[in-house]
């Protein structure tokens, strides 16, 4: 079955004649170093939105211009890594040596005003990478959900720190510290909430931030750069954007960086993590590749099934990490589930994001002839188109693709392909999948789909150990944030959630001293004057 692909959605794409909406013009071109905001000395570009116009020819007159995006330079990146370091200042700088309350205080004038900008915010993002007006809504709210929740948190974690340890004749108090500089890469997909889960709990825990903006995706950290200059302390917090190459690579290279925030593949995260003069200083708080697989089994409600793994591999398109990217469908059951899915991808709506559409052009450029070159791959080797929409394209539009029955020589078996593209593949008995697992090298999550309570610990029991989150009879997905969201082999490095992303961006530290009556009372004076910011006893309410 050949792509189609003259203009089959043009009709779909934005009318300015019948749609008054204006597009946005958003100018990135300015980077944050030191609590200054500055003109970039790079190289700047337009942004273009995925959206097209519709009754164009399509030779270039169908784009819409959105903003400019620019391009650091080596001399940009150096600089702000600098800044950054200037301002952490061993542990003694403003930033580091403040109380933990004082640093709180920033940060909700901070959620304050990024609520604020809630409607430009999501407005960006519904332009720029075109996630739906729901989702585009909700990516700013749960940020900002977020950062309260990281607040709280921080709390807890403060107030637990408190009480003196006594044991083997020594008292103690331990805290936790900041650990230095870190590098932040922001992701295209998330690019406000995947972002924030790394760098509030990274201010927050007071360590200085450098942030790079994706080159898409980059433009709704604009309203942020004058928050970030107007609330926090000179260098705290420094924004460059551009290609990651010219970006990250002198930044690490500097040797100034502590802590490497990554979203992005492993092939990338390993680059960068070896070019640092000293790796194994740096910590690692990376998101990466997955491959995550939905495993259906005999006896599975299929309409449960259904809904679940439409939701969870055509979400945003596809285009999310905790996407399912892979089912597995026992052979007893899989021709009705492939035709059930099959007619559920088909109900959904393909339209722009602003009017509830469940499928909207892909943010990606290169995106859609990737798709096509694995379908033609998969179809070459025995795999059928069996939804009747299937393998539409139209520029940046992209309808859903079914793929049944596929094998596991087959390119969209193995790679991660981050679109509108599902395989399924049957299998007979449970070992299939597992030697499946044991070969791959993601290990993010799973979802199991069943009725029968016998199916679930043999399946649990060896998932456990190659991914790190198994959704039973659900989609998989990173939320609630006060659960563990991490992955094992290339998938991730570290654990991030509101509990565990501040113990990824700290350190604990141990006061400690003999137990007599001379260094306890000498505890207690310096207690009692709270004059040191880690040898304290101050609750946060």
């Known amino acids: ?94 930033w580091p040596a403040m109380t933990p309350r004082a640093r709180i205080e920033y940060v909700q004038k901070f959620a304050v005003a990024l609520k604020a900008a809630r409607e430009e915010i999501a407005d ?29 948190e921080l709390k807890k974690v403060e107030n637990e720190c408190v009480p003196m340890k006594v044991g083997g004749g020594i008292v103690a108090q331990i805290k936790r510290s900041p650990l230095g500089v870190v590098l932040c890469a922001a992701p295209y997909n998330y690019p406000l909430n995947e972002t924030y889960t790394t760098l509030i709990p990274a201010l927050i825990m007071g360590n200085t931030v450098v942030l790079k903006t994706p080159r898409t995706g980059g ?41 490497l925030a990554f979203i992005g593949s492993s092939g990338a995260a390993n680059s960068l993590h070896q070019s640092h003069p000293r790796p194994f200083t740096v910590r690692l708080a990376l998101g990466l590749d997955a491959k995550n697989p939905a495993i259906v089994m005999r006896n599975a409600d299929l309409d449960v099934a259904v809904k679940q793994v439409t939701l969870g591999a055509l979400s945003f398109c596809g285009q999310r990490c905790t996407a399912i990217k892979i089912v597995f469908v026992h052979e007893s059951i899989a021709d009705e589930f492939a035709e059930r899915f099959a007619a559920s991808v088909d109900e959904l709506r393909i339209g722009l994001p602003w009017d509830g559409a469940d499928i909207t052009p892909l943010a990606e450029p290169h995106k859609p002839a990737y798709l096509r070159k694995v379908i033609d791959d998969a179809v070459s080797k025995g795999a059928r188109i069996i939804n009747k929409r299937g393998n539409q394209f139209d520029r940046s539009f992209v309808f859903p693709t079914v793929l049944y029955p596929c094998s596991l020589d087959m390119t969209i ?16 008995d449970i070992s299939e999948v597992q030697r499946y697992m044991e070969q791959s090298e993601f290990g993010q999550q799973a979802a199991v789909f069943t009725q029968d309570a016998a199916d679930l610990p043999k399946v649990i029991d060896f998932m456990a150990h190659q991914v790190t989150r198994i959704n039973i009879n659900s989609q998989c997905q990173r939320g609630p944030d006060n659960l ?9 490095i570290g654990t991030l959630s509101v509990h565990d992303a501040l113990r990824a961006m700290s350190i604990r530290a141990c006061v400690a001293t003999a137990q007599n009556d001379t260094n306890i009372k000498l505890f207690q004076d310096v207690l009692r004057e709270g004059e040191s910011n880690v040898l304290r006893a101050d609750l946060l309410i």
């Open 1 to 94: 079955m050949s792509a189609s692909s003259d203009k089959v959605f043009d009709s779909i794409f934005f009318d300015a004649s019948k749609d008054s909406r204006k597009p946005p013009s958003v100018d990135c071109t300015d980077v944050l170093i030191n609590g200054e905001l500055r003109a970039d000395d790079g190289e700047i570009k337009p942004v273009h939105s995925p959206i097209r116009k519709a009754n164009a020819s399509g030779d270039g007159d169908d784009l819409i211009e959105i903003g400019r995006y620019a391009y650091s330079t080596e001399a940009t990146a150096l600089a702000a890594v600098q800044a950054a370091s200037d301002a952490y200042k061993c542990g003694t700088g403003a």
């Open 124 to 152: 960006i993002i519904q332009w720029e990478i075109c996630k739906n007006k729901g989702a585009a809504f909700k990516e700013v709210d749960r940020t900002v959900e977020y950062i309260l929740d990281t607040i709280a």
């Open 219 to 259: 433009l709704c950290h604009v309203p942020t750069l004058k928050m970030f200059a107007d609330i926090f302390p000179p260098g705290v917090v420094n924004v460059v954007h551009g290609s990651g190459r010219a970006v990250f690579g002198p930044i690490m290279k500097s040797g100034l960086v502590n802590v």
């Open 413 to 428: 078996t193995r790679e991660e392909q981050f679109g509108p593209c599902t395989p399924i593949v049957r299998f007979g």
């Open 484 to 492: 563990p969201f991490s992955g094992r082999k290339c998938s991730a």
